[in-house]
């Protein structure tokens, strides 16, 4: 069942986010004022992950350390070009330890999320 769901994401998340990758950019380059103001309120110093995109939020708030990652080659290359701090992994299966961010964006992504029992 796990692989059937991981097969799903592949052909109709990632395979359309590879597709789109050229174009993102022109309709998603601004940032949302309620995460802009949530980012600008942060405590300087905050560790942020950012499941990002492009990277349009990793501009925001120079006092805090933010670490992006998609799944995406194309969108992790656009966010590393602009000099942000960026890896290519999925957004199900993130390479972090538990309880290391003060925050965590995942705006409008298209995955399941995993709660403790």
Do not use: T
């Not at 359309?16 to 600008?40: C, E, H, T």
């Not at 992950?49 to 194309?74: E, M, Q, S, T």
């Not at 969108?75 to 999925?90: K, P, R, Y």
């Amino acid at each position: 069942m796990e692989e059937a769901a991981s097969q799903l994401e592949r052909d109709h998340v990632h395979n359309v986010y590879d597709k789109i990758a050229p174009y993102f950019n022109d309709s998603r380059y601004k940032a949302w004022p309620k995460v802009r103001q949530f980012l600008l309120e942060l405590q300087p110093g905050s560790i942020v992950a950012d499941i990002c995109g492009n990277g349009k939020y990793l501009h925001i708030n120079k006092d805090v350390f933010k670490l992006g990652c998609d799944v995406c080659r194309p969108l992790v290359d656009f966010a590393w070009s602009q000099g942000h701090e960026v890896q290519m992994c999925d957004g199900l299966h993130l390479p972090y330890r538990d309880s290391c961010f003060d925050a965590v964006l995942s705006i409008a992504e298209a995955f399941r999320v995993h709660l403790p029992s």
